[in-house]
C-alpha cells in the first residue's frame, strides 16, 4: 500500500513531519485538531510538501531522517532547490 512522507506549515509558521497513506484524510485531520496535538494547538495548518512512496513503512523512515533535518533543509527540500541540501547537512563549528 502506497505512503507519504508530508510537511505541513503552521499558523505559527513552524514546519510538522508526518507519514500516511491517505494524505487527505491526514490534513483534514491535522486542520480538525484531530491530527497531533503539536499541530492543534497551531491551527490552521497548510500542506507545503508531499512525496508518494511505495509504502508507508519508507515513508515513515524518511518521515524519521527528515525529523532530524535543520529548517533550512527542510524548507529546500519544500522548494526543491535539492542542490542546496548537501551544504545544509553540513554541521557548522565554532572555533575557539
Not at 500542506?47 to 527528515?66: G, H
Request: with cysteine; hydrophobic share 35%.
Amino acid at each position: 500500500m502506497p505512503g507519504y512522507l508530508y510537511i505541513l506549515e503552521c499558523a505559527d509558521g513552524s514546519l510538522y513531519v508526518g507519514s500516511t497513506r491517505d494524505i487527505d484524510r491526514r490534513v483534514d485531520q491535522h486542520n480538525s485538531g484531530r491530527g497531533a496535538q503539536y499541530t492543534s494547538r497551531r491551527l490552521p495548518v497548510r500542506l507545503v510538501y508531499c512525496l508518494p512512496c511505495e509504502s508507508v513503512a519508507e515513508a515513515y523512515a524518511l518521515e524519521k531522517r527528515v525529523h532530524s533535518w535543520s529548517r533550512a533543509k527542510r524548507l529546500a527540500l519544500i522548494d526543491g532547490t535539492f542542490e542546496d541540501l548537501p551544504e545544509l547537512a553540513r554541521k557548522r563549528f565554532r572555533r575557539r
